[in-house]
């Protein structure tokens, strides 16, 4: 089976100017998924880089420009017999080249487009969850002149179909909103923002392998964010503590039974209330793609996710992994270790 395995960063589909740290972390994502589905008999992973990536990934890479990217996915994708992209939400990108794959005649490891437009866009979703019963905060689109002095809460700003913290942005007085709502237009030029009341609580993500006979739950992980308002990712510690995983799993299922059409690797942010009955809990925003999570999630599993992945979007049935109780620190540019 020749498996096409993209990832938008490496492959140069943002272009040459691209934070370090993003660069990093998109990296570090796919060598780690393509060295999984690597050790699988019988695939033959092909992978796609900008001309400038520093080294290689995967036995089978393809170089391209960043001006060749759009038809050296295509290319790549009409020689595959299924695809995994791995491409943030905004401006429709992971939607568009999932498209692109499926024209090409490649089946879809991951997500179809009819689900991850739906996901992509926080203000939908959150209607959507709260009409079905799911905790989850009012998330109204707003303006540069939309907010009140009376009864102010701090609230976080943040794009409609943004993804990976960018323009996001913690407001904590009535008197800053219009210096951070400018701030956030300059990162975020086009396209609607929403805001949502700050919770305070655990940070936590569940990543969900979903095929469509059977879905597997990890163990979930904390959130390592920055402590400068901008919420920048940072890693994590996984499996979640035991009197939170509870709660976690539960309610990252619910979230994702509201959005049909989810498949392979899913993740759902959530937050957890800081009281043990988890009466405050709330879903936050669903990732319809691979995570960084990904990267320490394999150093718990004694199974190899990839093949969980895989045999899961075949239909097959398949045992649940084992996981170590060991906790495991990650970090987003692909560090793993014992946490301390």
């Known amino acids: 089976m020749r498996l096409f395995i993209y990832e938008l960063i490496s492959a140069g589909g943002l272009g040459a100017d691209v934070p370090p ?3 990093r972390e998109g990296a570090a994502m796919l060598a780690a998924i393509v060295e999984d589905f690597e050790r699988i008999s019988g695939i033959h992973a092909l992978t796609l880089l900008s001309d400038d990536f520093d080294g290689s990934i995967g036995r089978q890479c393809r170089r391209a420009s960043a001006a060749d990217e759009p038809q050296a996915f295509r ?14 939400e905004f401006d429709d990108i992971l939607a568009r080249r999932t498209e692109w794959a ?24 959150a209607k959507s969850w709260r009409s079905h019963g799911i905790p989850a905060q009012s998330t109204p689109i707003v303006s540069e002149a939309q907010y009140s002095c009376a009864n102010w809460r701090v609230v976080v700003l943040k794009p409609r179909f943004g993804a990976g913290s960018l323009a996001t942005m913690l407001i904590k007085s009535a008197d800053d909103w219009h210096a951070a709502f400018a701030e956030a237009r300059k990162e975020w030029p086009v396209g609607d923002f929403v805001a949502q009341t700050y919770c305070a609580g655990h940070s ?4 969900l392998l979903i095929g469509p006979n059977q879905t597997i739950v990890t163990p979930g992980a904390t959130q390592q964010l920055s402590n400068d308002s ?8 996984t499996p979640l503590p035991l009197q939170l995983r509870e709660r976690a799993v539960t309610l990252a299922r619910r979230a994702v039974a509201c959005v049909p059409g989810l498949q392979g690797y899913v993740g759902v942010d959530l937050i957890l209330d ?8 709330i879903a936050v925003e669903i990732n319809p793609r691979l995570t960084t999570s990904y990267i320490g999630l394999r150093q718990l599993s ?3 996710l990839a093949e969980v992945w895989l045999r899961l979007w075949k239909g097959e049935r398949v045992d649940e992994p084992e996981w170590s109780e060991e906790v495991i620190q990650f970090s987003a540019d692909g560090r793993t270790g014992p946490a301390v």
């Open 230 to 237: 901008r919420f920048r990712y940072l890693g994590g510690c």
């Open 75 to 88: 290319r790549l994708a009409a020689q595959a017999d299924a695809a995994l992209v791995i491409a943030p």
């Open 102 to 125: 499926m024209e090409a005649g490649c089946g879809i490891l991951g997500c179809s487009a009819e689900a991850i437009r739906p996901a992509a866009d926080k203000y939908q979703l």
């Open 274 to 281: 800081e009281l043990e009955d988890g009466r405050n809990d």
């Open 204 to 207: 936590v993500s569940v990543a």
């Open 21 to 23: 740290s993003l660069r």
């Open 302 to 304: 004694r199974a190899n």
